[in-house]
């Protein structure tokens, strides 16, 4: 079948290859056709090493398609199920599942260490125990979670990762109170979509900051009061707030410096949501005092901050409403074969998500 590798981290291009076979299936397992997958810049940060991935590896964790095959012990799917994958499933029995913080379930990165493909020259992994940038996938049966019809590929492939981590950010973790003021740092799908949650929240005042114009354009369509670059927070924050701060500040680049100046530019007392990955090597740093004396509430949100399963119903149920737009946030439906010229459009920050067609 036809997948995209990274053959080395550091390479910024993936060959797209046709040798490549789809291993692992068996009891408990599932193989999944691939119609849709989401293209996240977390699949960048595994590309350039950010974050860890043993290479070569097939990237995407973001997907949508259809079982083809269905492994003993398997209950409650069958060949010719459209599903999502999840990539962070929960087992249900840890003592983090047991105390209902499913997101927190470490069971889905034991599989990241196993191969999940296999090439003539070797074993290939997949990013994140997925790999979903390949024609067919063999996951964990707890992976694959059925959609209903009218739901299409490529929005279940986004509600797989980025629209439940960033309405989940604003809805699940940070909790935005009605009324309240926001900022949203880094406008790309996961940020546009901790955007909505906001506004579905409630929320009077959403600046959404990012240096790409276009991004803040968009974000504008998306219910941001307004948009502003990194260079203009500082004059948003003042004229907005009288210079206390926001609320709630989103921090969804993933990197010490952006999460630095989210820091100070949440009020005191406020709450500052970290959802953005960035690396092991990058150290935020705070003072013991500043931590004391202004009581900001510094919230991690992983996945969206609650139980994944849930948040996807959630997800499906809004969009249906139309109270959330999923079809704007995919600006380009590339084929399998175009992913470099995606890759490079997501780079400069063009891309709020792109769907990739297998």
Same mark, same amino acid.
Request: net charge negative.
């Given at each position: 079948?036809?997948?995209?590798?990274?053959?080395?981290?550091?390479?910024?291009?993936?060959?797209?290859?046709?040798?490549?076979?789809?291993?692992?299936?068996?009891?408990?397992?599932?193989?999944?056709?691939?119609?849709?997958?989401?293209?996240?810049?977390?699949?960048?940060?595994?590309?350039?090493?950010?974050?860890?991935?043993?290479?070569? !590896?097939?990237?995407?964790?973001?997907?949508?398609?259809?079982?083809?095959?269905?492994?003993?012990?398997?209950? +409650?799917?069958?060949?010719?199920?459209?599903?999502?994958?999840?990539?962070?499933?929960?087992?249900?029995?840890?003592?983090?599942?047991?105390? +209902?913080?499913?997101?927190?379930?470490?069971?889905?990165?034991?599989?990241?260490?196993?191969?999940?493909?296999?090439?003539?020259?070797?074993?290939?992994?997949?990013?994140?125990?997925?790999?979903?940038?390949?024609?067919?996938?063999?996951?964990?049966? @707890?992976?694959?979670?059925?959609?209903?019809?009218?739901?299409?590929?490529?929005?279940?492939?986004?509600?797989?990762?980025?629209?439940?981590?960033?309405?989940?950010?604003?809805?699940? &973790?940070?909790?935005?109170?009605?009324?309240?003021?926001?900022?949203?740092?880094?406008?790309?799908?996961?940020?546009?979509?901790?955007?909505?949650? @906001?506004?579905?929240? +409630?929320?009077?005042?959403?600046? @959404?900051?990012?240096?790409?114009?276009?991004?803040?354009?968009?974000?504008?369509?998306?219910?941001?009061?307004?948009?502003?670059?990194?260079?203009?927070?500082?004059?948003?924050?003042?004229?907005?707030?009288?210079?206390?701060?926001?609320?709630?500040?989103?921090?969804?680049?993933?990197?010490?410096?952006?999460?630095? &100046?989210?820091?100070? &530019?949440?009020?005191?007392?406020?709450?500052?949501?970290?959802?953005?990955?960035?690396?092991?090597?990058? !150290?935020?740093?705070?003072?013991?005092?500043?931590?004391?004396?202004?009581?900001?509430?510094?919230?991690?949100?992983?996945?969206?901050?609650?139980?994944?399963?849930?948040?996807?119903?959630?997800?499906?149920?809004?969009?249906?409403?139309?109270?959330?737009?999923?079809?704007?946030?995919?600006?380009?439906?590339?084929?399998?074969?175009?992913?470099?010229?995606?890759?490079?459009?997501?780079?400069?920050?063009?891309?709020?998500?792109?769907?990739?067609?297998?």
């Amino acid at each position: 079948m036809r997948a995209a590798v990274l053959h080395e981290t550091g390479q910024d291009k993936l060959e797209v290859l046709d040798d490549v076979e789809a291993v692992g299936f068996g009891p408990g397992k599932v193989r999944i056709r691939i119609r849709a997958t989401g293209l996240c810049h977390s699949d960048i940060s595994a590309m350039n090493g950010v974050l860890p991935q043993p290479a070569p !590896f097939v990237p995407g964790h973001e997907g949508a398609g259809e079982i083809i095959d269905v492994g003993d012990g398997v209950g +409650g799917l069958k060949q010719g199920d459209r599903v999502l994958l999840c990539w962070l499933p929960a087992c249900g029995v840890c003592p983090s599942c047991k105390r +209902g913080q499913t997101e927190l379930c470490l069971a889905g990165f034991l599989n990241a260490g196993t191969p999940n493909f296999r090439r003539p020259g070797g074993d290939v992994f997949g990013f994140a125990g997925t790999g979903t940038f390949a024609e067919e996938v063999v996951v964990d049966a @707890a992976c694959a979670v059925p959609i209903p019809d009218d739901v299409p590929f490529d929005i279940a492939a986004l509600i797989g990762c980025g629209v439940t981590t960033g309405l989940g950010a604003a809805i699940n &973790t940070a909790d935005v109170e009605a009324g309240s003021s926001v900022a949203v740092i880094g406008c790309g799908g996961v940020g546009i979509s901790a955007i909505q949650g @906001a506004r579905l929240k +409630g929320a009077a005042q959403i600046v @959404a900051v990012d240096p790409v114009a276009t991004r803040r354009e968009a974000a504008l369509r998306f219910g941001a009061t307004e948009a502003v670059s990194p260079d203009e927070l500082g004059d948003a924050k003042q004229r907005i707030t009288a210079g206390e701060g926001f609320d709630y500040v989103f921090e969804v680049v993933g990197k010490s410096a952006t999460a630095r &100046t989210a820091y100070e &530019t949440t009020r005191r007392g406020g709450t500052l949501c970290i959802v953005g990955a960035g690396a092991m090597d990058d !150290f935020l740093q705070l003072n013991m005092f500043e931590l004391f004396f202004d009581e900001k509430r510094i919230l991690p949100s992983m996945y969206g901050g609650g139980d994944v399963l849930t948040s996807y119903e959630r997800a499906i149920a809004l969009w249906r409403a139309g109270r959330i737009d999923l079809e704007g946030l995919i600006t380009h439906r590339v084929p399998l074969a175009e992913i470099n010229d995606a890759l490079a459009q997501m780079r400069t920050g063009e891309a709020l998500r792109t769907c990739i067609e297998i």
